[in-house]
């Protein structure tokens, strides 16, 4: 099998966006034909050059040295794409993958944006093991791979709309969350889930750091009901590949009416509990931060306004400048979640 690493890749040979369009509906029109020609079992690479993008395969390095891979490799054979028009899908512009993959928070790995892409590469993903614990009936320690073989990944286009006014549009790979919390079943006192990600000093070097300002692990938890939500997604993937490391692998979270933050990444560790779980930022700094952290034009930061924000990438053409939506434009979706609620105080 053929993998390059990550960092091997020119950011010439990265798919353009039509071409990445393209080679969806193929993966689409592959998988539908697969069952009866047999098309699914192609390798992503063959797949890539029928559809006119010999390009590459493009996972990261940390798939390189695992043997298991051809499961993983399975997975992605078949991918279920999102509904034209749907719930879980966007016509805008998706940020292309170059930006995606290295202008990143994942504090783990450092500050600055370009750090996650530069110290994650070697970061080790597999075997991986996910503890569900708390407030349920099955309680268990998974092997990630045991929890993913039954499991229909979906790819899903939703915008992510950082605190600090940016925002992409990413095509994730993955499944619901309400997929894994039923499989859990939490019993009648879970009323919220807590998600942690790794604690591992020697590969994430800020956990080391004086200067880092998380208390680690980072943190994050959810209402039972919005975890619940269709929205709500385990991403295992991005444009149809495997997830970087800087971006959150081998899975992370997505909530895409809600800030950023709240979408914790690397998760080792899913809790239930019956009372409010604690969270990175809202530890750090409660009165800029809250645990509801909904995406809200209408309540700024104490240090700055909310309501604009920049679609990246820049360009020279297009300062990317627009208006941040309610709920970050999914408030017909998710609105219901806070009827009754004052969401200037449940910030
Ligand atoms: N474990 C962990 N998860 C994290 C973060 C982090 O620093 N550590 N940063 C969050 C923030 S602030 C954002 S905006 C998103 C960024 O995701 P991306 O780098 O994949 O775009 O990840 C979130 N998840
Ligand atoms: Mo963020």
Redesign the pocket.
Known sequence: MLIKRASDIKSSEITPESVYRSRREFMKSAAALGGAAGISSLLPGLAMAASGDGLRARAPANMQRSAPAAWWEDKFQNIEAAERGGAFWTNEALTPYQD??T??????FGMDKGD?SRYAQEFEVDPWSIEIAGECDNPATYHLEDFLKPQQLEERIYR?R???R?S?V?PWVGFPLADLIKKAQPNSKAKYVAFE??LDPDQMPAQNSRFAI?DW??R?GLRMDEAMHPLAFLAVG?YGDYLPP???API??VVPWK????????IVRIRFTETEPQT??NMLQPQEYGFYANVNPNVHHPRWRQDMETRLPRTLFSSGRQETLMFNGYGDQVGHLYEGMDLARNF
Do not use: D
């Open positions: 995606v993959v202008y990143n928070n994942f504090y783990e996650p992510l950082c605190v600090e940016w992409m990413i990600t790794l998380i692990p980072y994050e991005l800087q971006n959150g992370r979270l800030y950023g933050f709240k979408s914790i990444k690397s990175a930022w």
